[in-house]
């Protein structure tokens, strides 16, 4: 076991609870062990879209508009990434946060709400239907498999929506005590 020299600050190593810095395998920090099976489905996520999602359509020769639309949606993990940073930095409530949280929302938004809409639009404007004919005109896996990809991306950009409410609602109730 290496003993780990780097300080351990709660700001910037807290991750769910436990300590990691990446330096070391001492008890106090979360070993790539306990990351596998504490986040199961994250890595299921991630190994699926790597080896399936993507490469099965395209290499089938279907799907490549598609896959490179899904693809776009990880246009928003940078401002996921910077908001990690603010926040365990201790800046949470600063306006670097709503501007980084008001990006994120919107990248969200585009990238990975907008673009099931957007995709049934294009398909149906391509083929000279309705968006309601469209949608009947697929196959049912192709309509199910967006709600399902698409549900838990409602579901994140409303707890966006409430974090950022419940901020300028904050916000609002200092500058009347002030």
Not at 79 to 84: D, N, Q, S, V, Y
Not at 91 to 101: H, I, M, P, Q, T
Not at 139 to 166: D, E
Request: aromatic share 10%; hydrophobic share 50%.
């Amino acid at each position: 076991m290496v003993h780990c020299t780097v300080p351990h600050s709660t700001e910037f190593h807290s991750v769910k609870g436990s300590h990691w810095c990446g330096h070391c395998t001492c008890s106090r920090h979360v070993s790539l062990h306990h990351f596998r099976r504490s986040h199961v489905l994250l890595l299921l996520h991630h190994f699926m879209l790597v080896s399936v999602f993507i490469p099965v359509p395209v290499i089938s020769g279907k799907g490549h508009y598609i896959s490179g639309r899904i693809a776009l949606a990880e246009c928003s993990n940078i401002f996921l990434a910077i908001r990690w940073l603010i926040r365990n930095s201790g800046r949470r409530d600063g306006v670097l946060d709503a501007c980084n949280s008001l990006a994120l929302m919107a990248s969200w938004w585009v990238s990975r709400v907008w673009v099931f809409p957007s995709i049934y639009m294009e398909f149906a404007q391509s083929r000279g239907l309705s968006l309601v004919d469209a949608v009947l005109t697929l196959p049912w896996h192709c309509n199910v498999g967006s709600v399902v990809v698409l549900a838990p991306q409602l579901w994140w950009f409303s707890l966006m929506v409430k974090t950022l409410r419940n901020f300028i609602v904050g916000a609002v109730a200092k500058s009347k005590d002030l």
